[in-house]
């Protein structure tokens, strides 16, 4: 079927059409309360992630609990007074009364053990603090100077600030309902609790900071953030959309479809993804705003190429079939080629993008649906009186063609030029990306991150898990030596903090139990005398403390935590990469393989980041396809990809050149904005073609490219712009980068068709335009009669 004769079924079908799309809102509707979002931390992992999975394995073998870290900052910033020391025992007792804590680790009642002649003690290392003499808090600093186990973890080098940890139980409650968000959950408890402790000391200790971290905080953070996402930006967005389309087009008729084909458009996308099984994370909340800008552009299109035809003079069914052939299959092959960007997002690492790729995408097919069944029934119900005069940026559009195609020359070289420069720049950009940097300054857990990094270098952390091989294998003094070398070897690199193992705690104890002489801080020659120190160890140790979170039940394997200073992904990878290699030559038989958050998201990051590179590739590849057969022409499609590229390209290297590295998001967005910007092209170059195949002259086509397309493709373009300017609004981070990112693109996009593109045109066309000229003029001298000279 032809696109007039599909024109003409659709105007003539439409209120059919129409209500067959209110009955899939309707759907939709039905399926929006299903809405599931999803905060645990590993979601934004690859469920194969082997670094996950060897998590997950640890989690198994010891004893699992999450934690919740205060940071406390006395009013004297002094922790080794009695005052401070108090405070800090306060909250240790106040921390044991929060929901689903069942221990509780701090400098107060820190394990400290003690040899009096034959009398082993074990107990809190700090018991009456406000009786403390200034020689017992000499001591106390002393202790805990010396003690690699509490220097680093549970207080600052400075002595300014302490750490209370707090272990949970916290329930597996898996993503929650609307329903259940709007009640509580058992991070929101939690965490409602901690500040309802952190208000009662701030009002009886004046100036004293207190601050949350740990996975508990930064989940509920990341789910904070998608709510308050979801429900401001989406919104904003729409009130620009009102404005620019009346502003532009100065139609009521048009905002109210528009507004019509936005809000069926997400209602039914968002039902049949709730359908599939996609649950809501801090960037699939962007989905509708990104669903409602590419929905924009379809509607534009038609309604701009309507308005220009009624006020030709045609009759409102005339003048929408018009648009609709004209537009029907620009607007399928920018409908094709954006969803192939928008799925390409699924060669990267991140479910979360990959999510939202796919949901957009079945958006962008939904939305085009939608444009042809909606804004007929509407625009031509609603009675819509015009002026007989063009759209007021059509003469403004000519003048911009006319000096384009004048100066053609000069912009050709100088658009080349400064292109490459700036594209130049891409090589020297940096791939790397910050765990710490999710979340926005102005969110609290954020604001605690920050704390955290000033005063003890964060909270970043690589877990090691070693086997013995044998039930109380690790009382092994050959296999404790070498874990002890390699703890020993860790302390010496630049990214390591401190080391956290039971090995610490077995050199005090073999240090106490021969009158604290520094020479035995080493680990036992014997394995008897080593399994007598655990298990007297044990015994001594207070209900609720035990050593399951780092010895496994058979005592065959141990672990140990490297607790990391503020590092970049590169830094931790590397670290991870000397670490094996040391393993290899010292201790391959014990060989461990690293984990944690903080590994899985630096490999994770960097992972994504390569992958869209290949899926940029084959994305551009896909899509150079699909407009070859959709133009009908090798030629401009393969042009096409200079357009399609450069932007991105461009922009890359500003970025590149201002900032030196890109981080996860913004490998996203390369493939992201290759199915965006494509619109433009794919409009200029269709509606250019449609002039010549009419039989016009590179330049009258190239005017009539920008007078039938130029007006919309502002409009689509300011709106898209618009909406991802908004998108840094985010308080994710990585959304936040990617908003900016596809801005700077898509404007950048607008000006390369505009200016740079019919300079392009001009010189290939031009060249074919006299090749054919000459070529007639040679036939017509061949076919002319001869004549002979007398």
């Known amino acids: 079927m032809s696109t007039s004769k599909l024109a003409s079924f659709i105007v003539k079908f439409r209120f059919l059409l129409f209500a067959l799309s209110l009955l899939f809102y309707a759907w939709g509707a039905i399926q929006l309360p299903k809405m599931v979002f999803d905060g645990d931390f590993t ?75 034959d009398n082993f003690f074990v107990g809190n290392l700090i018991n009456e603090p406000a ?127 528009v507004l019509a084909v936005l809000s069926i458009t997400q209602v039914i996308a968002f039902g049949i993804a709730l359908q599939l099984g996609y649950y809501m994370n801090p960037v699939t909340v962007l989905a509708p705003m990104l669903i409602m800008v590419l929905a924009i552009a ?64 079945i958006g962008v097919f939904v939305a085009f649906i939608i444009t042809f069944t909606v804004i007929p029934t509407i625009a031509l119900f609603i009675p819509m009186k015009l002026k007989r005069e063009a759209l007021f940026l059509t003469p403004l559009l000519l003048q911009l063609a006319r000096w384009v195609v004048k100066n053609n020359k000069v912009i050709f070289w100088v658009s080349i030029v400064t292109s490459l420069t700036l594209i130049s720049f891409i090589p020297a950009t940096e791939l790397n ?26 909270f970043r952390y690589i877990l090691y898990s070693f086997e013995s091989g044998e039930p109380g294998g690790v009382n092994e003094p050959a296999y404790l030596h070498h874990i002890d070398s390699f703890a020993n070897w860790l302390r010496q690199q630049p990214e390591v903090s401190s080391i956290s193992s039971y090995i610490e705690i077995l050199k005090s104890l073999n240090k106490a139990m021969h009158n604290n002489d520094s020479a035995y801080y080493t680990v036992p020659n014997n394995r008897m005398l080593a399994a007598q120190y655990m298990a007297l160890y044990e015994m001594s140790l207070p209900v609720g403390s035990d050593l399951s979170q780092v010895i496994n039940n058979n005592r065959s394997s141990l672990r140990i935590t490297v607790n990391l200073n503020h590092a970049d992904n590169k830094a931790i990878i590397a670290l991870e990469q000397r670490a094996g290699d040391w393993m290899n030559i010292h201790m391959k038989e014990l060989y461990a393989t690293p984990t944690s958050g903080t590994l899985m998201f630096a490999h994770f990051s960097m992972n994504s980041i390569y992958g869209m590179i290949d899926g940029s590739l084959l994305a551009l590849a896909f899509i150079t396809i699909v407009l070859i057969v959709g133009l009908k022409s090798i030629r401009y499609g393969l042009l096409s990809i200079v357009p399609n590229l450069a932007p991105a390209a461009i922009v890359y290297g500003i970025w590149s050149m201002v900032l030196g590295e890109v981080n996860q998001a913004a490998a ?45 493709l502002i409009v689509t373009t300011l709106a898209l712009a618009a909406g991802m300017f908004l998108m840094t609004l985010s308080l994710y981070t990585p959304t936040g980068t990617m908003g900016m990112m596809m801005a700077l693109i898509i404007l950048t996009a607008i000006l390369f068709d505009f200016i740079f593109l019919p300079t392009l045109l001009m010189r290939f066309d031009r060249q074919t335009e006299e090749s054919k000229n000459i070529h007639e003029a040679e036939q017509t001298v061949e076919d002319s009669p001869s004549t002979e000279l007398c």
Not at 56 to 61: L, P, S
Not at 77 to 98: C, G, N, P, V
Not at 205 to 213: A, D, K, M, Q, R
Not at 433 to 458: I, M, N, P, T, Y
């Open 131 to 257: 009786t403390l003499t200034k020689d017992a808090l000499r001591k106390i600093e002393s202790i805990i100077e010396s003690d690699i186990n509490i220097m680093g973890r549970l207080i600052s080098d400075s002595g300014q600030v302490s750490v209370i940890i707090v272990s949970l139980a916290l329930p597996d409650v898996g993503p929650m309902t609307l329903e259940t968000l709007q009640t509580s959950t058992a991070a929101s408890e939690l965490l409602d609790a901690a500040n309802d402790l952190r208000d009662i000391f701030v009002k009886q200790y004046p100036g004293v900071v207190i601050h949350f971290t740990g996975e508990p905080a930064l989940e509920q953070g990341l789910l904070d953030v998608s709510i308050s996402d979801m429900m401001t930006l989406s919104p904003a967005m729409s009130l620009v959309v009102i404005v620019l389309i009346w502003i532009f087009l100065r139609s009521l008729v048009a905002v109210i479809s």
């Open 298 to 361: 379809d509607s534009v299109h038609i309604l701009s190429q309507y308005i220009i035809h009624l006020r030709e003079g045609k009759e409102k069914p005339q003048a929408m079939e018009a648009a609709i052939d004209k537009n029907f299959s620009p607007v399928l092959l920018t409908s094709i080629t954006t969803g192939i960007g928008l799925l390409a997002l699924n060669f990267g690492d991140s479910p979360y993008f990959a999510d939202m790729g796919t949901i957009s995408a």
């Open 433 to 458: 990306d910050d765990l710490d940097g999710l979340l926005d300054e102005s969110v609290e857990v954020q604001k605690s991150v920050r704390f955290a990094h000033k005063h003890l270098g964060g």
């Open 668 to 712: 996203f967005t390369f493939c992201l904005s290759l199915g965006l910007i494509v619109d433009d092209t794919v409009h200029m170059l269709s509606k250019y073609l449609y002039a010549k195949r009419e039989g016009k002259n590179t330049e009258d086509a190239i005017y009539y490219a920008f007078t039938s397309s130029g007006t919309a």
């Open 43 to 117: 979601s934004m992992f690859p469920k194969d992630d082997p670094y996950l999975e060897e998590l997950e394995k640890i989690d198994e073998t010891y004893l699992q609990s999450r934690n919740l870290i205060i940071l406390v900052q006395p009013p004297n910033k002094d922790m080794y007074s009695r005052e401070s020391l108090e405070l800090i025992q306060k909250i240790t007792e106040e921390a044991w009364k929060l929901p689903y804590s069942i221990r509780v680790d701090s400098l107060t009642n820190y394990q400290h053990a003690e040899v009096d002649g």
